[in-house]
C-alpha cells in the first residue's frame, strides 16, 4: 500500500521554522512505492538528491537529481536510504536536508492465523478491501497533489 507523505507536514520543505527533518523522517515507515512531497517557494529552495558523502558535507554540487518547481513529487523505487539537501547556500547547514529510509514492509501488516475458520475469510475480505479502497485513495491523492486533478 503505498503512502504519499508531505515532506515537513504543513510546514513543507524550508529552512525556517525550526522544522527538524530528521525527527519528522523517523516517526514514519518509508516503502517502496511511497511518495514524497516537497512543498516550498523555488525561489528560495529546492531539492537535491545526493549520495550520502554529500549528505554529511552538505555539498549539493554534483546531485543524483535536482528539482526546482516548488513542488516536487519523488517515488520512492527501491530499498535503503534516499538523501535529500536544500542546494541553497547555509540551508542544508541549519537543517534543511532529510534522510530517507526505505524498509521492506513488516510481517506484522499481514493478518494472523485465525483458528476459528469461519472469520478467516470475512477478515481477509476485509483486509483486502481496505488494501484497495487505502491504495485507491493514495492513487488519487497523488495525482491531486501533482496537478492532475480533473
Known sequence: MAAVYQVGDSAGWTSVGQV??????????????????????SQFHNVKQVTQQAFE??????????YTNGYDTVTLEKLGHFYFICGYPGHCQVGQQIDILVSSPTSSLSPSPSTD???EPSAAS?????????????VLLAFCLSGFAY
Open 20 to 41: 527538524d527533518y530528521q525527527e519528522w523522517a523517523a516517526s514514519k515507515n518509508f516503502h517502496v512505492g511511497d511518495t514524497l512531497v516537497f512543498n516550498y517557494n
Open 57 to 66: 558535507a552538505c555539498n549539493a554540487t554534483s546531485p543524483i537529481a535536482t
Open 117 to 119: 475458520q469461519t472469520t
Open 126 to 138: 476485509s483486509l483486502y478491501f481496505s488494501y484497495n479502497v487505502c491504495w485507491t485513495l493514495g
